[in-house]
């Protein structure tokens, strides 16, 4: 029963955070299309200010499928090589 119980708050989780996606894309994408428009410094300011925060919250909503994901176990990894070494320089 406490699997059947983790499993739904899974699937909830990544119900919500999927529907959440929806109307921040279209903020993003309006701020966007508002800071093509003449604007003073301080609506530019509050757009951008306006896009990213949208921004930070979608990275934040796409790390929660992303944990969703993993929960299920509908998330593949990779293995690649890299040069440790190289990435710390």
Not at 13 to 34: S, Y
Not at 44 to 58: D, F
């Amino acid at each position: 029963q406490a699997e059947r119980a983790n499993r739904t708050k899974t699937e909830f989780f990544a119900v919500v955070t999927h529907e959440m996606r929806t109307p921040l894309n279209g903020i993003v994408g309006f701020a966007d299309l508002v800071a093509e428009t003449t604007l003073d410094a301080r609506q530019r300011a509050y757009v951008e200010t306006l896009r990213a925060s949208a921004v930070s919250l979608m990275t934040t909503i796409n790390d929660l499928l992303d944990f969703a994901k993993i929960e299920e176990g509908h998330i593949a990894l990779d293995t690649v090589d890299f040069d440790l070494d190289g990435l710390v320089d």
